[in-house]
């Protein structure tokens, strides 16, 4: 019957080849397209199998025409080799297939017999169709050394037995070998781990190659590289806190203990406030008091390191009466006195306010803080730091965060390194308009503003926060200006001021790519 379906499965089933030679050019085509199971065979071009192989897999192909994709890919380029990793191949066992469906798991299966011809294949393929073969969820064997560093390895075999024991606290990274942030973060988690040894904790780092180990990854919903979770008595939870060595023990030792530190006397005060970069100590004469139950309440709800204390000596140490909360910090003013009625709001805002720098500077280290914080209004000034302007205008920048602060948090970035300058990119900036100055609220849909004016100097940063904090700016949805020769190619350039009159005309058909100039797939 000629119903729009059977038309639409009949142009999907016969407008790509039978055999797809995969490519960046054709990737697009293979996984946009309506049929979303598909066999990959993995070969080299250069093996003299390759000719009777592929024969072998074109033969087969039309059985499953409009139904599964049958893809070649050559082992030869190196582009592919992550692709063989992500389905936990190596080289040596190929020529071999995979089977994925492009649902939302992207569920793998893979053949019982590495055995390649049309009995074995058409045997897999249908098998899958039929649900007879259950997904194929990577793992390897328990390696006899995993208990040896202070980073413990774990695959799926041995995850649930080590990471679930509900007598420890453990904390699991899942990673992937490719994965330039785990790369950063790996010296930092040993140094953490071996620092939790020789302290005797009994906390353990553990760490999980989640592109072989698929079945522990898929459990706990891992979408990214590295992703960090915390397992207490059995329980798992996500880790904010930062990725340097002192931020995973002090985040380690804030769970695992109790919520505040009991310090008595004047020397366990200074000994804690000296462990931490941020210290939050509440005085109080009774801890049974409602003043101090309420701290220890904003204790429980923090992840900064928290300390309760009944000594007089340790008040008169730190020159407060009874009851009092104050901030110890290892930057800025040092510290920060509470003002006002204890409640754990109240404390919990103070803390909130007063635990990061009045200014920042953007780095790999600082972004779980940034973006993990309460405050999600971000003043960004992007600046060289290697220019004369830049200590006046960081000067206006601290000027700001001391009026501002607790409602914004005011960060600086180095254009002068390479990468940050993808940052610039995402606000439509270049480096040629350094210095520069933008506010993004991460809770409005990423809503970007700019200042009126586009010189900025150590006073026209306070007015644009002001303006901001007052709500007379006005979201910055960013275009340029039309080009005088944008009709003069035979691909037309549109900005926001000539989208409409263009892309939209009724009486116009109109092909549009949005792209990034950064792109890898945009440039090919």
Known sequence: DLTADNIANFISSNS?????????????KIFSGEIKNHLLLFISEGSDAFKSTLDMYREVAPTYKGKVLFIYINIDDDDHLRILEFFGMKVDECPG???????ADMTKFKPESPTLDKDTISTFVQGVLDGKITAHLMSEEIPEDWDSKPVKTLVAKNFNEVAKDKSKDVFVEFYAPWCGHCKQLAPEYASAAQELAAADSAAKLVKVDATVHEKSAEQYEVRGYPTIKFFASGQSQEYSGGRTASDIVAWLKKKSGPAAESVE?????????????VAIIGFFADAESDDAKAFIKAAQQSESMFAITTSADVASEYSVSAPAVSLFKSFDEGRNNFEGEITAEAVSAFVSANSLPLVMEFTDEAAPKI????VKVHLLLFVKKSADYFDSLKGGLEAAAKKFKGKMLFIFIDTEKEDNLRILEFFGLEEDDVPAARIINMEEEMAKYRPAADEITAASIMEFAAQYDAGELKRHLMTEDTPDDWDATPVKILTGHNFADVALKADTFAFVEFYAPWCGHCKK
């Not at 006397?265 to 970069?277: G, I, L, P, Q, R």
């Open 371 to 374: 973006f993990g914080g309460d």
């Open 97 to 103: 297939v995979r089977y994925i469906n492009l649902g």
């Open 265 to 277: 006397t004047v020397e366990a005060a200074k000994a804690f406030v000296d462990a931490n970069d």
């Open 16 to 28: 790509l080849p039978i055999i797809i030679e995969f490519s960046q050019e054709a990737a697009q």
